[in-house]
């Protein structure tokens, strides 16, 4: 594996023998893992304080095991010739005699279900599907349903070509698999024509021709089972596990409703839930293979939000209705639209209705589906062209070519079909198709709401609902000829595994006589002490901008947020007040920032020094308010704001004041917490940054305006509790989940720690929880985001090497965890107790991969995180890693509760969301493409202003 590591010349003494948590041997030799990196030029000062300062990092502890960590020094990696590799164990074997061994041993349900493959391989087919209607085109990814009915229908017509055709599966695209080889002689290729319904349910048929043509064999249970004894997640088999998941899908999608491999349970009673705005929700199963320890599928509940069928002017009534803004009009009719004379009601119909199908009955009798566009003119105003080149109007029309009077000739028209075609249809002739709700559809709070209401499923119910969807699956699988043919088994119980409840960690506040530690008890605990550091609220203000709350509720709120601050130590003096002077329903981006404008100087002018905090009442959640008004707080005026609901202020709930007295005293620079000095590792006993990034998407309908936001956030003190954050745009137009500017933004934090220390220390050690990477992209992130933070860290210094580990932290999965003895069951919600930790049998074969249930699951079942361990030049325990990312999960300053991942991960998170909110903020300003204001988005002055 190479020679030593590389020591940082000022490091004297051999190496500890020790590992920080728990003994071990001493590490295996590793290769040079960063090569010489000429240090960026910065200012002369800063060179000369950065030299001065702390650098040497402590001595490595050894490895717990002979950890494998691989390089290719062939493979370029960012501007280095470096390609990192995540450590793993040689085998399974040897992975087993090192899992962790804190806490409780209990046993857990899990929703996955040992599989049996026998089959060796399979072989592959490329499959092409045109038609000349399409004028030579093929098949698109949107065409699923109608490529799995063809290729089923051509399996049936050329029959003597498809001797066992259950014996070749289809992903309903271009790859087709079969157990045998296909009789196409020597060519190996094979074509013909098929006529098929364009839609299941309508007489209109297509004329397609399809090709087949035989490509390379596909190891299937060899490359599997070598997988799972010695793998990594460079080497993943991932085209045998495409095939598996393509053969358990054929039949449901021949058979079933499904959305991807989403099967949905038509049949089933129950199966659709209104959840308002004329939107249904639909639930279903989710079945993946995943090799693990062994062979297992992994199904878990789905729910999807859609439509059923109906009346389109039904429809856009539900919607209005289903609105706050709209629901005291009491809508029952198509008439009471009036024609749409509201603009804005005009919109928020068009915004639903768009990117739906709709099926057109024409007075004829045809009948044709169509994707709307957007609304048209109103039916009764002339804008289609005649044959002899005249204006006339969609209800001209309809009444001379089709004798058809509308009803309803004000309303708009649907512009359907090509968006740059003219094809308009009269709403009351069109109904809106049975569909799922399309990706770009973003539901309301409403709506979100009751979502979450009907998806919280209790662990009981869902283990059942789950087991009853295989059943309804041909008896999971077993009676699936597909699956047959393929030797494919699925066992009908879900496993049972050995897992661990690890021990909270004890948490730090003050008291009158000092100190105080405090034990949390399943997830959560009683802050009923002081803050651990307090600030106070001296010079600050109320910015009211619901007319209809009076001044007197204000006050009394500010009278009990005072009382609230006062039990934990938060000093709050009275604020300066201002009324939003503003009758307008929707005021202008400029209009807010005035006001808030106008309040800061009223501040200052009365304390004679700029506000420390700004509070902003508003009426509901999701207006533009909030995006304008915390962009200019945070980006432009750097002073923190706190928004509350009019109806937090009416009712002023202790529990909610205490809520907000912790945003608060976070906010200006307090610490609410920290972890007592005996759950701290030795290693966090010199300076250590702990780091959290993320990257938010666009929705894909707006990925080519709308950047990708990256945020990485690092702590600076040594309690973990205040935060420094950067900020960055990712390229448009593709999802880039590599933070593209780790290098810099790094740097900053480096720079921003070093500050804070008055210039005498840098971190030791960077411990760094990256959210939301999948499996697949492990390797690049690794690579990229490693090597970039290296060069941050030389680009300071040319030996500064700290110590880095490296996790990344996923939500994105389908495990559950059940509790298999009541014993170790939350009582109220029946999930498992929090602290819950899973390290085997459904992990990764050799790579340190582990499951940790943090938080209290309160509603619904809990869901785990999955974390993996890609880097770490601590070579730190099982039991290290586990505990030290359940106490981190206590330190989330928001709330006093164990939260579902570390608080930086949860931090940049937010903070990721935060900077949409801004990038919101330019758009409605009209600001989103002036790269002026795009670069100050980045430059956040502010600290844990995204809490």
Same mark, same amino acid.
Request: hydrophobic share 35%.
């Given at each position: 594996?190479?020679?030593?590591?590389?020591?940082?010349?000022?490091?004297?003494?051999?190496?500890?023998?020790?590992?920080?948590?728990?003994?071990?041997?001493?590490?295996?030799?590793?290769?040079?893992?960063?090569?010489?990196?000429?240090?960026?030029?910065?200012?002369?000062?800063?060179?000369?304080?950065?030299?001065?300062?702390?650098?040497?990092?402590?001595?490595?502890?050894?490895?717990?095991?002979?950890?494998?960590?691989?390089?290719?020094?062939?493979?370029?990696?960012?501007?280095?010739?470096?390609?990192?590799?995540?450590?793993?164990?040689?085998?399974?074997?040897?992975?087993?005699?090192?899992?962790?061994?804190?806490?409780?041993?209990?046993?857990?349900?899990?929703?996955?279900?040992?599989?049996?493959?026998?089959?060796?391989?399979?072989?592959?087919?490329?499959?092409?599907?045109?038609?000349?209607?399409?004028?030579?085109?093929?098949?698109?990814?949107?065409?699923?349903?109608?490529?799995?009915?063809?290729?089923?229908?051509?399996?049936?017509?050329?029959?003597?070509?498809?001797?066992?055709?259950?014996?070749?599966?289809?992903?309903?695209?271009?790859?087709?698999?079969?157990?045998?080889?296909?009789?196409?002689?020597?060519?190996?290729?094979?074509?013909?024509?098929?006529?098929?319904?364009?839609?299941?349910?309508?007489?209109?048929?297509?004329?397609?021709?399809?090709?087949?043509?035989?490509?390379?064999?596909?190891?299937?249970?060899?490359?599997?089972?070598?997988?799972?004894?010695?793998?990594?997640?460079?080497?993943?088999?991932?085209?045998?596990?495409?095939?598996?998941?393509?053969?358990?899908?054929?039949?449901?999608?021949?058979?079933?409703?499904?959305?991807?491999?989403?099967?949905?349970?038509?049949?089933?009673?129950?199966?659709?839930?209104?959840?308002?705005?004329?939107?249904?929700?639909?639930?279903?199963?989710?079945?993946?293979?995943?090799?693990?320890?062994?062979?297992?599928?992994?199904?878990?509940?789905?729910?999807?939000?859609?439509?059923?069928?109906?009346?389109?002017?039904?429809?856009?009534?539900?919607?209005?209705?289903?609105?706050?803004?709209?629901?005291?009009?009491?809508?029952?009719?198509?008439?009471?639209?009036?024609?749409?004379?509201?603009?804005?009601?005009?919109?928020?119909?068009?915004?639903?209705?768009?990117?739906?199908?709709?099926?057109?009955?024409?007075?004829?009798?045809?009948?044709?589906?169509?994707?709307?566009?957007?609304?048209?003119?109103?039916?009764?105003?002339?804008?289609?062209?005649?044959?002899?080149?005249?204006?006339?109007?969609?209800?001209?029309?309809?009444?001379?070519?089709?004798?058809?009077?509308?009803?309803?000739?004000?309303?708009?028209?649907?512009?359907?079909?090509?968006?740059?075609?003219?094809?308009?249809?009269?709403?009351?002739?069109?109904?809106?198709?049975?569909?799922?709700?399309?990706?770009?559809?973003?539901?309301?709070?409403?709506?979100?709401?009751?979502?979450?209401?009907?998806?919280?499923?209790?662990?009981?119910?869902?283990?059942?609902?789950?087991?009853?969807?295989?059943?309804?699956?041909?008896?999971?699988?077993?009676?699936?000829?597909?699956?047959?043919?393929?030797?494919?088994?699925?066992?009908?119980?879900?496993?049972?595994?050995?897992?661990?409840?690890?021990?909270?960690?004890?948490?730090?506040?003050?008291?009158?006589?000092?100190?105080?530690?405090?034990?949390?008890?399943?997830?959560?605990?009683?802050?009923?002490?002081?803050?651990?550091?307090?600030?106070?609220?001296?010079?600050?203000?109320?910015?009211?901008?619901?007319?209809?709350?009076?001044?007197?509720?204000?006050?009394?709120?500010?009278?009990?947020?005072?009382?609230?601050?006062?039990?934990?130590?938060?000093?709050?003096?009275?604020?300066?007040?201002?009324?939003?002077?503003?009758?307008?329903?929707?005021?202008?981006?400029?209009?807010?920032?005035?006001?808030?404008?106008?309040?800061?100087?009223?501040?200052?002018?009365?304390?004679?020094?700029?506000?420390?905090?700004?509070?902003?009442?508003?009426?509901?959640?999701?207006?533009?308010?909030?995006?304008? @008004?915390?962009? $200019?707080? /945070?980006? *432009?005026?750097?002073?923190?704001?706190?928004? %509350? !609901?009019? #109806?937090?202020?009416?009712?002023?709930?202790?529990?909610?004041?205490?809520?907000?007295?912790?945003?608060?005293?976070?906010?200006?620079?307090?610490?609410?917490?920290?972890?007592?000095?005996?759950?701290?590792?030795?290693?966090?006993?010199?300076?250590?940054?702990?780091?959290?990034?993320?990257?938010?998407?666009?929705?894909?309908?707006?990925?080519?305006?709308?950047?990708?936001?990256?945020?990485?956030?690092?702590?600076?003190?040594?309690?973990?509790?205040?935060?420094?954050?950067?900020?960055?745009?990712?390229?448009?137009?593709?999802?880039?989940?590599?933070?593209?500017?780790?290098?810099?933004?790094?740097?900053?934090?480096?720079?921003?720690?070093?500050?804070?220390?008055?210039?005498?220390?840098?971190?030791?050690? @960077?411990?760094? $929880?990256? /959210?939301? *990477?999948?499996?697949?992209?492990?390797?690049? %992130? !690794?690579? #990229?985001?490693?090597?970039?933070?290296?060069?941050?860290?030389?680009?300071?210094?040319?030996?500064?090497?700290?110590?880095?580990?490296?996790?990344?932290?996923?939500?994105?999965?389908?495990?559950?965890?059940?509790?298999?003895?009541?014993?170790?069951?939350?009582?109220?919600?029946?999930?498992?107790?929090?602290?819950?930790?899973?390290?085997?049998?459904?992990?990764?074969?050799?790579?340190?991969?582990?499951?940790?249930?943090?938080?209290?699951?309160?509603?619904?079942?809990?869901?785990?995180?999955?974390?993996?361990?890609?880097?770490?030049?601590?070579?730190?325990?099982?039991?290290?890693?586990?505990?030290?990312?359940?106490?981190?999960?206590?330190?989330?300053?928001?709330?006093?509760?164990?939260?579902?991942?570390?608080?930086?991960? $949860?931090?940049?998170?937010?903070?990721?969301?935060?900077?949409?909110?801004?990038?919101?903020?330019?758009?409605?300003?009209?600001?989103?493409?002036?790269?002026?204001?795009?670069?100050?988005?980045?430059?956040?002055?502010?600290?844990?202003?995204?809490?």
């Amino acid at each position: 594996m190479g020679g030593d590591r590389k020591r940082n010349n000022r490091n004297k003494g051999p190496p500890s023998t020790t590992d920080p948590a728990k003994g071990g041997p001493p590490p295996p030799s590793r290769p040079p893992r960063t090569p010489t990196v000429r240090p960026e030029p910065v200012a002369q000062q800063a060179m000369a304080d950065l030299s001065l300062a702390e650098t040497r990092p402590p001595t490595a502890p050894p490895s717990q095991a002979p950890i494998q960590i691989q390089m290719n020094p062939s493979t370029a990696s960012g501007r280095d010739n470096t390609a990192w590799r995540v450590p793993h164990y040689t085998s399974l074997e040897e992975k087993r005699k090192h899992l962790g061994t804190l806490g409780k041993k209990v046993r857990v349900r899990v929703n996955h279900f040992e599989m049996r493959i026998n089959l060796k391989h399979v072989h592959h087919y490329d499959v092409t599907i045109t038609s000349e209607v399409w004028k030579g085109q093929e098949a698109r990814k949107g065409d699923r349903d109608l490529c799995f009915r063809a290729l089923d229908a051509f399996k049936k017509k050329y029959g003597q070509m498809f001797p066992k055709p259950f014996g070749v599966a289809y992903d309903g695209f271009k790859q087709a698999y079969s157990t045998h080889v296909l009789p196409f002689g020597p060519s190996k290729i094979f074509e013909g024509l098929v006529t098929v319904p364009r839609v299941a349910d309508l007489p209109d048929t297509i004329e397609l021709k399809i090709r087949l043509k035989q490509l390379e064999k596909v190891d299937i249970s060899g490359v599997l089972q070598d997988y799972i004894r010695h793998g990594t997640t460079l080497d993943r088999p991932q085209d045998a596990i495409n095939v598996v998941n393509i053969i358990l899908s054929h039949l449901p999608q021949l058979t079933k409703m499904t959305v991807g491999r989403s099967i949905l349970n038509e049949e089933s009673p129950g199966r659709v839930a209104e959840i308002g705005g004329g939107k249904v929700l639909w639930t279903g199963v989710f079945p993946t293979f995943r090799p693990a320890w062994k062979f297992f599928l992994n199904v878990d509940m789905v729910n999807k939000p859609g439509y059923e069928q109906t009346d389109t002017l039904e429809f856009i009534l539900k919607s209005l209705n289903g609105m706050r803004k709209y629901q005291k009009r009491n809508m029952r009719q198509p008439r009471d639209l009036e024609d749409f004379k509201d603009k804005y009601m005009k919109m928020d119909a068009e915004s639903e209705i768009k990117n739906l199908k709709v099926r057109f009955h024409r007075p004829d009798k045809a009948k044709r589906d169509y994707k709307v566009n957007k609304f048209g003119p109103a039916a009764n105003k002339p804008n289609v062209i005649d044959k002899d080149g005249k204006k006339m109007s969609i209800e001209f029309f309809f009444a001379t070519e089709y004798k058809w009077k509308l009803n309803y000739p004000g309303l708009p028209t649907l512009h359907v079909g090509n968006p740059n075609g003219s094809i308009y249809l009269p709403m009351e002739l069109t109904e809106i198709k049975k569909q799922v709700c399309p990706m770009a559809k973003k539901l309301s709070d409403v709506e979100t709401a009751s979502m979450i209401r009907h998806t919280a499923v209790a662990p009981d119910i869902r283990q059942k609902k789950i087991n009853e969807s295989l059943t309804k699956l041909s008896n999971h699988f077993s009676q699936d000829p597909y699956a047959k043919a393929f030797e494919v088994e699925v066992s009908k119980q879900m496993s049972v595994i050995p897992a661990r409840i690890l021990d909270p960690p004890g948490l730090l506040y003050k008291s009158a006589s000092g100190d105080m530690t405090v034990k949390p008890a399943l997830g959560k605990w009683d802050g009923k002490y002081n803050f651990l550091t307090s600030v106070s609220l001296t010079n600050w203000g109320v910015l009211n901008m619901n007319p209809r709350l009076t001044r007197q509720a204000l006050s009394q709120f500010v009278e009990v947020l005072y009382s609230e601050g006062q039990k934990r130590g938060l000093n709050i003096d009275y604020p300066e007040y201002r009324n939003f002077a503003s009758n307008d329903r929707f005021p202008t981006p400029e209009k807010m920032e005035s006001e808030f404008k106008a309040l800061v100087d009223t501040v200052e002018k009365a304390k004679g020094k700029k506000p420390e905090l700004i509070m902003v009442i508003i009426s509901a959640r999701g207006t533009n308010e909030y995006s304008i @008004i915390k962009h $200019y707080g /945070d980006m *432009v005026l750097n002073i923190p704001t706190q928004f %509350v !609901l009019t #109806k937090n202020v009416e009712q002023a709930k202790p529990t909610t004041l205490h809520n907000i007295c912790l945003k608060i005293n976070s906010k200006l620079g307090g610490t609410n917490l920290s972890l007592d000095k005996k759950a701290i590792p030795p290693w966090m006993n010199k300076p250590c940054m702990i780091m959290g990034g993320d990257v938010t998407h666009p929705s894909p309908d707006k990925m080519n305006d709308t950047p990708s936001i990256a945020a990485i956030v690092g702590s600076q003190d040594p309690k973990a509790a205040i935060y420094n954050l950067e900020l960055s745009l990712q390229r448009r137009g593709q999802v880039v989940e590599v933070i593209e500017e780790t290098e810099r933004m790094v740097k900053s934090l480096l720079l921003k720690f070093f500050n804070s220390s008055g210039k005498r220390y840098k971190p030791f050690t @960077i411990v760094y $929880y990256r /959210d939301g *990477v999948s499996e697949g992209q492990f390797d690049d %992130v !690794l690579n #990229k985001e490693l090597s970039a933070i290296r060069r941050a860290c030389t680009s300071l210094e040319a030996d500064y090497k700290p110590h880095i580990v490296f996790i990344v932290a996923q939500k994105r999965h389908k495990t559950r965890m059940f509790p298999e003895n009541p014993k170790d069951t939350l009582l109220r919600s029946k999930n498992v107790m929090p602290g819950t930790v899973v390290d085997q049998e459904i992990t990764h074969p050799t790579e340190h991969n582990f499951f940790l249930a943090s938080h209290e699951g309160i509603q619904g079942t809990t869901k785990p995180t999955s974390y993996h361990k890609l880097w770490d030049d601590l070579n730190m325990s099982s039991d290290s890693l586990q505990q030290l990312t359940f106490y981190l999960c206590h330190l989330y300053s928001r709330c006093e509760r164990s939260v579902s991942y570390p608080a930086p991960t $949860y931090y940049a998170h937010l903070a990721a969301e935060r900077a949409k909110c801004y990038y919101n903020a330019l758009i409605d300003k009209g600001q989103n493409a002036d790269k002026e204001a795009l670069r100050k988005l980045t430059e956040t002055q502010l600290k844990n202003n995204f809490i």
